[in-house]
């Protein structure tokens, strides 16, 4: 009588567990998708003022080719951190 009593609780207690494991899961990634988000509008508007500023002393096309070479500049070098991490 007792066994199937156990049996109930301790499946009750696992689901809870459960439930509160997949709600810490959806939240953290509601905030990694959230801080993405933050990142990629913050590199496009500083990438915008950055082209703006540069733009008042030089052409249109060498303001994009600078802030172009910035972005290429620190994906290369993530890039190179990432593989070295690897190895």
Known sequence: MIG????????AAAARSLR???HEAMTRAALTLAAALAIVVGA???????FALIERHLDP?????????FWALLGGSY?????????
């Open 20 to 22: 509160v494991a997949a």
């Open 79 to 87: 890039f190179v951190a990432t593989r070295r991490r690897r190895i």
């Open 61 to 69: 096309a060498a303001a994009s080719a600078i802030v172009g070479g």
């Open 4 to 11: 199937p009593l156990l049996r109930v609780a301790a499946s």
């Open 44 to 50: 496009i508007f500083l990438s915008f003022s950055a």
